[in-house]
């Protein structure tokens, strides 16, 4: 029997970024360093020519990833439940939004309209919709690179939750072949370049 933990794994295919789905939150009531984030990246995806795919909603990290988007000159494609559209205020401004019947729905709207997916600190929603795309990329169902922006320590506690699992035994996959911390937005545009 093997003594490592993890098997080894494959060499990722190459999988140019086109579109990017950032997954943050509708919440205004946030510290300033995570709206800042927000912007800062809704900004970059512009100038590098990335798609931003994200919840559709015009309020929070949300509208403001998605209006300095398209402020610099991007393309936003929202997705929103029918439910949600009035509760977090749908974006009327974006490039595209589609509605879907419920939220199982949207997620898996918003992944195939990507080619990456960026997790800027948020709550219930950002953490569900970081773990189903986790979740599908270590039983195969993708293999999107997906990057976790640590800002001011947000995700420190997540990560080691989720060392905690796979020193346990619970993960098949090393966290370090599933996922990407990074702290800044120019670590988010140099990793993605990476990928391209």
Known sequence: MSSKPFPPQNPAPENPVRSVCVFCASSDNVPEI??????????LCAQEGWQVVY??????LMGLLADNALAAGGEVVGVIPEF???RERAHSGVSRL?????????????????DAFVVLPGGLG???????????KQVGLHDKP??????????GPLEQMIGQV???????????NLYT?????EEVKNFLHTKA
């Open 34 to 43: 995570y709206k800042t984030a927000a912007a800062d990246l809704g900004r």
């Open 55 to 60: 919840g559709g909603a015009h309020s929070g």
């Open 84 to 86: 949600l559209k009035n």
């Open 98 to 114: 589609y509605t879907t019947k419920d939220m199982h729905e949207r997620q898996q709207k918003m992944a195939e309209l990507s």
């Open 126 to 136: 950002t953490l569900a919709e970081f773990f189903e795309v986790l979740t599908w």
């Open 146 to 155: 997906i990057a976790l922006m640590d800002i001011g320590g947000h995700w």
């Open 166 to 176: 796979a020193a346990q035994g619970f993960m098949y996959q090393n966290p370090e």
């Open 181 to 185: 911390i990074l702290k800044t937005v």
